[in-house]
């Protein structure tokens, strides 16, 4: 079945310096994958997406690139804030042949400090 | 624009007792699912919708029901709540498969003791 494999953490960083946080996946057909946050006592937000090969998702200064070849959709931000700290998932949601299921990956926990 | 409403946001049940959670969304989603998350386990899906009338069994359904008799909503019901059903719960709605992305709501953490 499809799965996501996200980076262990947790990931400590000082504001200002650059983020990876790297995500594979396996699945059949043609996935679209996605990248969450989740803030302490919320529930996940979508942060960006990619619905198909080479397409680059962004959203407050987070990019992340669909990359068929590698079957990555690594996250990259390239100068972090305090505000930043979360926990980051990557998810993907299958062609219409697994309607209405999504796969996460475990998280991440990003940590900034100042 | 509510979003995905989940109620209540704590709650702490004795062993054996049921109770239900509950899910409404004003965006006219089709797809609806539950999800619960427990530490150093992401997220499991328990249950989904793809629509009124129409549910199915996710990753870990064993100890839930639901039902889906409007567009709205999707109650999560424990039968016989046990310690291992301790979680934060989620629900999540989308308009497509979930290929556009889900809304989640804010989360009911449940303790059972």
């Known amino acids: 079945g499809d799965s996501v494999t996200q980076m262990e953490g947790p990931v400590t960083l000082s504001e200002e310096a650059f983020l990876t946080i790297n995500c594979t996946y396996t699945?059949?057909?043609?996935?679209?994958l996605f990248w969450y946050v989740q803030y302490p006592g919320e529930g996940l937000q979508l942060l960006l997406k990619?619905?198909?090969?080479?397409d680059k998702g962004s959203n407050k200064g987070f990019e992340a690139t669909y990359r068929k070849e590698t079957t990555s959709f690594h996250l990259e931000k390239g100068s972090v804030q305090v505000s930043d700290s979360a926990v980051y998932f990557c998810a993907l949601s299958g062609d219409n042949t697994n309607a209405g299921k999504s796969t996460f990956g475990d998280g991440t926990t990003l940590t900034v400090k100042p | 624009n509510a979003g995905v409403t989940q109620t209540p946001k704590f709650q702490v049940l004795k062993t054996g007792q049921s109770m239900t959670l509950q899910c409404a969304q004003d965006?006219?989603?089709?797809?609806m699912s539950w999800y619960r998350q427990d530490p150093g386990m992401g997220l499991r899906l328990i249950h989904y919708s793809v629509g009124a009338g129409i549910t199915d069994q996710g990753e870990v359904p064993n100890g839930y029901n639901v039902s889906r008799s409007t567009t709205e909503d999707f109650p999560l019901r424990l039968l016989s709540a046990a310690p291992s059903q301790t979680s934060v719960y989620f629900c999540?709605?989308?308009?497509?498969?979930?290929?556009?992305?889900?809304?989640f709501g804010s989360g009911t953490r449940l303790t059972v003791v």
């Open positions: 965006m006219n989603h089709e797809y």
């Open positions: 990619a619905t198909k090969a080479d």
């Open positions: 999540a709605s989308s308009y497509s498969n979930g290929v556009g992305g889900y809304t």
């Open positions: 699945a059949t057909g043609y996935p679209s």
